[in-house]
């Protein structure tokens, strides 16, 4: 044979159409957020940045889960279970996960609470929508679909592997390729060569 007969069966490779969050965007989303009353989203993004996690993750962390230096998280989507120490550093927002434990987040049971109740995943998804399309209201600013809560766990990632942390563990990953999916800015970055 000369050519795979499954490439007809196969289904057309799409490139992904939302767009990447650069730091700068996260920066300007975060301090409008610190702003409001929904103190709850604004720590929601801090954590979301410092630990890497999905929304699920972010809001089922209970105070409960930090133990011996560590917190604990189980993740809903894939089971994976990850120790995250509290000296985990974000260099970008120089803070450590225990700062951000103990003076970001005012939750008493969760992390993050919205009126001493666990916070409800679609209102991250809301207020994330919210603050960036008002802070970014120019009909063609995003080359694709504007970005969503989650990229923020991709903008993570990328942070994170610069300053040389193993991000396929952070993430919960199995794999390195799919840890290299996340590493992708689709072109919304300069790579720098270092030295």
């Known amino acids: ?12 490779r799409t ?3 939302r767009c990447r969050l650069t730091f700068d965007e996260f920066k300007k989303i975060l301090n409008s957020a610190k702003k ?3 103190q709850y989203f604004y720590q929601a ?3 979301a940045l410092v630990t890497g996690q999905r929304r699920s993750d972010i809001v089922a962390i209970q105070r409960s889960d930090i133990k011996n230096g560590h917190l ?7 089971g994976a279970k990850i120790a995250l120490p509290l000296n985990l550093y974000c260099e970008k927002l120089n803070m450590t996960l225990e700062h951000v434990i103990n003076n970001i987040c005012t ?3 969760y992390l993050i609470e919205n009126n001493k109740k666990q916070v409800k995943l679609f209102s991250l ?3 994330f929508s919210e603050f960036r399309d008002k802070i970014y209201y120019e009909r063609n600013y995003w080359n694709g679909t504007p970005p969503s809560f989650h990229e923020i766990r991709s903008l993570s990632e990328r942070l994170y592997r610069a300053q040389g942390i193993d991000t396929m563990n952070l993430l919960g990953h ?3 390729q799919m840890t290299d999916r996340y590493n992708d800015s689709r072109g919304r970055e300069w790579r720098y060569l270092r030295i």
């Open 1 to 12: 044979m000369t050519t795979d007969p499954t490439i007809p069966l196969r289904p057309p």
């Open 36 to 38: 409001s009353r929904q």
């Open 72 to 78: 604990f998280i189980e993740q809903y989507k894939t």
């Open 125 to 127: 998804t809301q207020y």
């Open 45 to 47: 993004m801090i954590v």
């Open 15 to 17: 490139p992904p159409k």
């Open 107 to 109: 939750g008493k049971k």
């Open 174 to 176: 199995k794999s390195q």
